[in-house]
């Protein structure tokens, strides 16, 4: 091996791959749409709520509530799911610099800082919009128990009933619940983002 | 890198902050109208509003009715209220002292109309009522929609108008 291939070679084990990954995945994950889904009916259903830490949809018989509408029904929960967009691509865009800038042995520094910054950022994240959901759905369950006439039956992932009797009318339906790929996507970026903060130390350690 | 790490803590922060107030200055630094701008309600019906426009009509209208054999009937032409298919699978209507059931499930198209036809054993004082100006009273209604089963009672219906009751004295 000449003298150049393995000054590439040493150049290339530099580069955190891991972090350049998982900071593109985190740059464009808070523009990929909703983490968890709850579905009323079959078939597409008659009531939808899409939710991520990055937007809340409502779609009744398929009709997306529109932006407009959104920021009518809470402005401020609206402006605080920007601020999380704007955080998320910030700390995406702080990890992708860190891990590029890891192959200058000038900025060897200043990118460790940058991928132990922003790493383990989306972990919290996915970690906190779970915890978050599990405390929704038993309050949800719990408040419903308390009440009389509605029943609400689910769990954050599978299955659930809803009933509901008010006088002459009775309503019931099954709930469907999942998290979608997008989600998944957020996973395998937070796993990426762990790889990289243990590469990162690698790199400054060698 | 004290610098560097001191600025990179303080973007989010900054970001937060900005969009917080950004949301509170566009809404007049209003507690309320921040938090909630308009009551649910309000917003529902600005969202079920398209969906409000297809169902101009009344969702149950008597058709007809009259004796046929050895049966009496009543057809009531039902309007979809909402931009999905509506299965009628069971339903019963009382009229002129006598039960009237669904005779088959009926499928009421997105925006569209369908035509429900209930039948009951014929009976002698329940035709002459009939034939003097039906008068529904309760109608019970099992529909599916999209998964989702509703079942109501209602007693509330549409009175029938003297031409409704001229084509009954046929």
Known sequence: MTTVEKASERLWRRLNFFGVLAGILTLLLPFSGAWWHLTLGTDGGIFSILASPFEFKFLIFNKQISTAEAVQLSPLLWWLCLAFKLCYAYFGAALLAGSLLSLSEKHAESAETLVRFSSLKLLWLVVAFVVVLFIATFLVNSATQLMGGALIDFSIIGTGKFAMSSGNFHISAPINMGFTSTFAVAIIASALGIASRIYQKRISSV | ?170
């Open chain 2, 1 to 170: 890198m004290g610098v560097l790490k001191w600025v990179l803590r303080v973007i989010p922060t900054l970001l937060f902050i900005l969009c917080i107030l950004a949301a509170f200055a566009t809404h007049g630094f209003s507690l309320k109208s921040t938090l909630f701008s308009a009551s649910p309600e309000e917003v529902l019906a600005e969202m079920l509003t398209p969906l409000n426009a297809t169902s101009g009509e009344e969702f149950l209208k008597i058709e007809d009715a009259g004796v046929e054999g050895d049966k009496m009937f009543v057809t009531l032409s039902a309007c979809s209220p909402v931009p999905a298919n509506v299965t009628v699978k069971s339903a019963s209507l009382y009229a002129g002292g006598s039960e009237f059931n669904l005779v088959e499930p009926a499928v009421i198209p997105a925006g569209g109309s369908a035509i429900l036809r209930f039948e009951a054993p014929f009976n002698a004082s329940s035709a002459q009522q009939a034939a003097a100006g039906l008068e529904v009273g309760k109608i019970t209604l099992k529909m599916e929609v999209k998964g989702v089963e509703v079942e109501f009672q209602s007693f509330a219906t549409p009175p029938p108008t003297a031409a409704d009751r001229r084509s009954w004295r046929r």
